[in-house]
């Protein structure tokens, strides 16, 4: 198994702007909700998944920490009064466990949508380092220990150690072939780690990540005229921010969705130049997405400025799409900035029913302010324009 680079910190993005920056801010714009039939973010919402982790997650091997190295050789130590003569190197040897068996118990374990064992690419990368008896040597001192690192997108967000408590002093035979008897005990307290903590969750990304508080900043009204706020929820990336829905009560195909996620900017950016980008890159995925469903795409209302009143202004786009065979389709979304914020409302109606329901909307939206991430972003963004 290949080893792979130690985990990074946050903080020491500053010294790799240049080459962790583009790997961050992948993917970094929210999900297209145009035509939401089709593709929107429904899958947000009350969609069930049989795994605990729906995520590609890559599996590799890593050296282990100083902390690791001290935790095995104090606990050796403490607990067998080593002699003189024994090799210490040999009582916290790397690799101890092949890395291959904590991969098939994290494949057994039935918790993982998508493991792929040094997979490159996946936002998700959990980082393996284990230390223990050599293989085949001091088996009186069987205890192992495991460290499991996991990243998002090359940024350290959660570090937790364990070790497998099994000590045998007598020197009898171990059965534990290839340390898959210890793997699995090691796997299994991560395992269940990882569901206490929801480190896989959006939440505790948002909050490892120092992101915007949704769940407490965000304000939106429960009701917009007859439409009902079914959820607010937050994306699988920081960067996308959190969507808030509302479902009519009479139909079905009418929803609002509400997006509010943070721009890559900075804060000085005009609104004029802003504005129009969001909606821009909205036309273009309409655009794929209508080719791909034969559909003929229409713009009702073309990309232009949207005012609700004497102080609060936007951008505005409405499309329609049709076929021979398929009834038109609609879809109208404004743009606006507060903050540091878009807050993106779309509708699965023409602009003519839209622009009522979203001046009563969006004077009672209210963003969280900017997070202590983007302002690390936008400093890093700075340094790479020099």
């Known amino acids: 198994m290949p080893v792979y680079v130690t985990a990074i910190s946050f903080s020491s993005l500053c010294q ?12 970094s714009a929210p999900v297209s909700v145009f035509f939401s039939r089709f593709f929107t973010s429904a899958m947000l919402f009350g969609f069930a998944h049989a795994y ?10 890593t050296y282990p920490s100083e902390a690791l190295l001290e935790a095995c050789h104090s606990q050796q130590k403490l607990a067998f009064l ?19 068996s904590f991969i098939t118990v994290l494949n057994e ?7 792929l064992p040094y997979g490159e690419g996946n936002d998700y990368e959990l980082l393996i380092a284990n230390v223990g008896a050599a293989p085949n040597e001091h088996q009186q001192y069987a205890t192992q220990f495991a460290e499991f690192t996991l ?24 059965d534990n072939l290839d340390g898959k008897k210890d793997a699995h005990l090691l796997v299994s307290r991560w395992l269940q780690h990882m569901k206490q903590s929801g480190i896989f969750t959006s939440k505790f990304l948002f909050n490892a990540l120092n992101a915007s508080n949704y769940d407490e900043a965000l304000q939106v009204p429960d009701t917009v005229g007859e439409f009902t706020k079914l959820d607010t929820q937050l994306f699988p990336d920081p960067f996308s921010g959190a969507i808030t829905r509302y479902t009519h009560p009479d139909f079905e195909d009418a929803l609002v969705d509400v997006t509010i996620y943070p721009f890559l900017g900075q804060l000085s950016i005009e609104e004029n130049e802003l504005l129009p980008k969001q909606l821009e890159s909205d036309l273009q995925k309409a655009r794929a997405t209508a080719e791909l469903r034969q559909l003929t795409l229409y713009q009702v209302s073309p990309v232009s400025p949207y005012e609700v009143n004497s102080r609060l202004a936007g951008w505005k786009l409405g499309l329609s799409a049709a076929s021979d065979t398929s009834p038109t389709i609609y879809a109208t979304t404004y743009v606006f900035r507060q903050q540091d914020k878009i807050v993106k409302v779309s509708t699965t109606f023409p602009p003519d029913f839209s622009d009522n329901i979203v001046n009563q909307l969006i004077v009672q939206v209210e963003v969280p302010e900017e997070s202590e991430m983007m ?4 400093s890093l963004l700075l340094e790479t324009q020099r």
């Open 82 to 100: 080593t002699p003189a003569d024994t090799d210490n190197t040999n009582l916290c040897f790397e690799d101890a466990i092949s890395p291959e």
């Open 109 to 115: 374990s039935g918790e993982f949508d998508n493991l």
């Open 52 to 61: 605990a982790v729906n995520q590609s997650v890559s599996v590799f091997s």
């Open 151 to 174: 990243q998002w997108r090359g940024v350290e967000i959660d570090t937790s150690s364990f070790d497998s408590g099994v000590v045998t002093r007598d020197g009898s035979p171990i």
């Open 375 to 378: 302002k690390k972003v936008r």
């Open 16 to 27: 790799r702007a240049r080459t962790v920056l583009g790997e961050i801010l992948k993917y």
